[in-house]
């Protein structure tokens, strides 16, 4: 128990507490979302439209008089499950394509990557609206697209580790042995490939997040009246002039957590970074050798 608690708290300490706050704040807007807004939504009031700070609305209401703290934190739910079901599904489909292409090699990883590579030749957010021209309107067809956007990055991101590690002295000291190509892939080849595969995941849900709220705001993606950062920026445009704070907060929203999460993908990839040893732990070990070479 102690070994473990030693281990969390050195691996907390260099991931860096605000990458963790980080990411509890995300997870409680994702799972607790229903709970954490003071009122409905989507409940309107004419009688309460446009009003400003106050102690009944925390950050005012917008033109239909809805809660606009309410919206942003429904609205961050939106996003961040959103978010959460894109990565994981083209990382678990790129990951699975990647590491096939990267194994087997041949006229199989030829195939795989010449179309991997036209795929993102194209930009993912044009792929995502023409997939969204083929599935329709709706919030999980927009998480189709988006999905079947990003596979090819991830596949690509597999492939180059794989076929990089695949060749590896110990990889080809194992095959000769006797170790099962079940063994090697699950044991050696995926875990190589998820540490840069984590990495670019962190970073890429900002970029994700900046697509939902894209598609939001040209009307194909978050369909009224759910609430979405991107889907609230343009509900208040024509606003702008009247109530500014309608636009100001949600990209002010979607900023922190694109920042947030460019935050977390550069402290996981400083996590296999060498550390320079402080002066203290220097003194430490010297003063150890120094016993060992007396003894």
């Known amino acids: 128990m102690g070994a473990w ?68 934190i429904a ?11 894109v990565v994981v599904l083209a990382m678990f489909i790129g990951v699975v394509i990647g590491t096939i292409s990267g194994y087997v090699g041949g006229w199989i990883d030829e195939i795989i990557m010449r179309i991997t590579d036209f795929m993102l030749s194209i930009p993912s957010l044009i792929v995502a609206l023409a997939m969204i021209g ?13 999905t079947i956007a990003w596979i090819p990055s991830y596949a690509r991101i597999t492939r180059g580790v794989v076929v990089a590690t695949v060749h590896q002295p110990h990889i080809e000291s194992l095959w000769v042995l006797g170790a099962s190509r079940t063994r ?11 540490r840069s595969i984590l990495v670019y995941a962190s970073v890429d849900a900002g970029v994700l997040a900046l697509a939902v709220a894209t598609l939001s705001f040209l009307g194909l993606g978050i369909q009224p ?14 606003y702008l002039d009247v109530s500014p704070r309608q636009v100001v907060l949600p990209g002010l929203a979607l900023t922190f957590t694109v920042a947030g999460f ?34």
């Open 225 to 238: 009246p759910m609430s979405e950062w991107g889907e609230m920026f343009v509900d208040a445009m024509p």
């Open 134 to 146: 083929i599935f329709g309107l709706g919030y999980w067809n927009m998480v189709a697209a988006l």
């Open 5 to 72: 608690l030693t281990t969390t708290s050195t691996f907390a300490r260099r991931l860096g507490w605000l990458a963790i706050l980080i990411i509890a704040t995300y997870l409680m807007l994702a799972l607790f979302a229903p709970y954490l807004t003071p009122y409905p939504p989507n409940a309107q009031d004419l009688m309460s439209a446009n009003q400003s700070f106050s102690a009944q609305h925390l950050l005012g209401t917008d033109h239909l008089g809805r809660d606009t703290l309410s919206r942003l």
């Open 184 to 194: 090697l892939i699950a044991f050696h080849l995926l875990p190589a490939a998820l």
């Open 262 to 295: 460019n935050y977390l993908g550069e402290r996981l990839a400083s996590l296999d970074a060498p550390r320079a040893i402080s002066g203290r732990a220097l003194r430490t070990r010297l003063a150890n050798a120094r016993k060992l070479l007396v003894s």
């Open 75 to 85: 609205g961050g739910q939106t996003t961040l499950v959103a978010v959460a079901v």
